[in-house]
């Protein structure tokens, strides 16, 4: 028997996660303390909108408990389900995208992500990754020790790109570049020509384009939503999507990519993806018995869940720009604002006194980047407009106390 004096051997984690943030999450462990003493919590931070008044589409749920009763329990092709690929396939066809050579599901948009970083960039290399961004890419891209390189999303122009930025920080090791389109956290969408122009840069500098389009079914207010790909078939694009935003999903991990481009060129690279995906065997299988009846089912889920969020959208907008040294753009798709803040301590300290104080819980800025000297935090505005309307007082106060 061992004795008991025996020293433990501490076991380290590696080195490389000093690099991965997630501020989402790392603010909730805060907030759960505070709940297990009873505070009442007013959450904007997480964007599931399950956690609200969403709700599944009944015919997605039928179609998946009846795959299960069917036996459908086993593990599934690495490639995904057929009758999913192809319903996926013919979707990004009617948005006008061509060229299309691979379609496979994964489990999510976060799955996919990992996977075609992966299969693309050798250490030393980089992606560029807009400021502030969804942490999971740059989470993924330090886990693959690639140099962090960031562009910046213009606040002054609604939060779209700057296209100057862009073309000043590609250089010799610059891979691809990650554009998401409606934008987490800005809510911004991006007109045609600024996603002509990205297209423009990346066929010149042999760039791969990572178009995240997960929120490509809640665009608030103006016109249909562009899927970047669509304007470049001759430029390697892989368009994400999935079931998680639009048909209220997020639990059952279901997310695909597409890849487009010309056959020949993409060919190698499309075979190092099929590689990982095989090596992982397959994503959740039963699941992906729901991508057909959702795309090409019924879609009056959606009209309720953005006629919901333009109300609570104008609600945050209002309020937010009616507080003291708060401004903020109004977000034009998904369901998340990035608010500007004007004040003398840090976004983190803002954020967590918020919390303490006025159990609001919102994810500071250095969470997802922001341009030097500049401070914001980001609002997921899914609660019903009597928490935000509650939420927004607390916000109001906490100003006037602290910064009045
Ligand atoms: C821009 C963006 N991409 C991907 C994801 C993750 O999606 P999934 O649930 O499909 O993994 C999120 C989730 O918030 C997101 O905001």
Redesign the pocket.
Known sequence: MMSQTVKQHIVPAAERLKHVRYAIRDMAVLAEQLAREGKTILPLNI?DPLNFDFQTPAHMIAAVEKAMHDGHNGYGPSLGLPQAVDSIRAEAERKGIRNIQSVFLT???????DICLTALVNAGENVLTPCPD?P?YSAVLAKLGTRPNSYLLDEQNEWQPDLDDIARKIDLGTRGIVV?NP??PTGAVYSRQTLERIAELARQHHLVIFA?E??DKLILDGDPHISLASLAPDVPVVT?N????GYLV?GW???WGAVSGHAAAVKPYVEGIHQLLRARLCSNYPQQFAVRPALEGPQDHLLEVRHKLRARRDLTVNACNTIPHISCVAPRG?FYAYPKIDIPESDELFAKKLLMEKHVLIVHGTGFGQAPGTQHFRIVFLPDEATLTRAYEGMRAFFAEHYA
């Open positions: 964007g489990a999510g948009v976060s799955e996919a992500l969804y999971m998401g934008n987490n995240d997960i929120y994400f999935g079931l998680s935003k997020p991990r279901v997310g998904a």
